[in-house]
């Protein structure tokens, strides 16, 4: 199964950027990267998603290595709401199923 | 509203006595399924389906069972609880057809097993 790896926890001041890493080495060529983060006492919810171009939305930006085997999120200015566990998965598709697998993800602290 | 409504949101039951948690989305996704979330562990996927009557198990599907009778329902059932399924889980459903499975997470329902 394609896993990713991702640092536990992780610190950012307030308006500074964050950069949060995932490997992802085992991915295939159709798995899509996603993801998602999750504030205290809430359900994830969906941050960015890509396949192999670099993505920006209003939250993130998604920056993918050129071999894909891992990827980078981008906070452009933290701010204390950003303060949550972020998960990388991959969307792994094979034999006509799809699995959404999540790891541990990585907290993010904000420090004002 | 576009959303995945989890009912009970609370319950504490004690061991051996079956129950279903329900889940149901509005948005006419195909794909939907069940995660718990235990402290250290992050989130594990139980079962999923990707269509009505098609249903598969994810990487912790040992003491569940689910059905995916209508498109919009996927209830997560406890035949017998034990306190080791004491957590907090999960609902989630996404399009097959924009590509990607985005998907969209209920609010969550914490269940205590005694």
């Known amino acids: 199964d394609a896993k990713t790896t991702q640092p536990n926890s992780m610190e950012s001041n307030e308006e500074e950027p964050v950069h949060l890493p995932c490997n992802h080495s085992?991915?295939?060529?159709?798995?899509?990267i996603h993801w998602y983060r999750q504030l205290p006492s809430q359900g994830p919810e969906y941050v960015i998603h890509?396949?192999?171009s670099n993505v920006n939305n209003r939250m993130a930006s998604l920056a993918i290595a050129e071999d894909r085997k891992s990827s980078t999120l981008i906070l452009h200015r933290a701010t204390l709401r950003d303060a949550a566990v972020y998960y990388c998965?991959?969307?792994?598709?094979?034999?006509?199923?799809?699995?959404?697998?999540f790891g541990k993800g990585t907290k993010l602290s904000v420090i004002p | 509203e576009a959303q995945v409504t989890q009912n009970p949101r609370y319950l504490i039951t004690v061991t051996g006595k079956k129950l279903t948690v329900t889940c149901s989305q509005n948005?006419?996704?195909?794909?939907m399924s069940w995660y718990r979330q235990d402290p250290g562990l992050g989130l594990r996927q139980i079962y999923y389906?990707?269509?009505?009557?098609?249903?598969d198990k994810g990487d912790v599907p040992e003491g569940y069972k689910v059905s995916r009778k209508e498109k919009r329902n996927f209830p997560l059932i406890l035949e017998s609880p034990s306190p080791n399924q004491t957590s907090l889980y999960f609902c989630?459903?996404?399009?097959?057809?924009?590509?990607?499975?985005?998907?969209?997470f209920g609010a969550g329902s914490r269940l205590t097993v005694l």
């Open positions: 989630a459903s996404s399009s097959l057809t924009s590509g990607a499975n985005v998907l969209t």
């Open positions: 948005m006419n996704h195909e794909y």
């Open positions: 998965i991959l969307r792994v598709s094979g034999a006509g199923s799809y699995q959404l697998t």
């Open positions: 085992t991915i295939s060529g159709t798995d899509y």
């Open positions: 890509g396949l192999t």
């Open positions: 389906s990707m269509n009505v009557e098609v249903t």
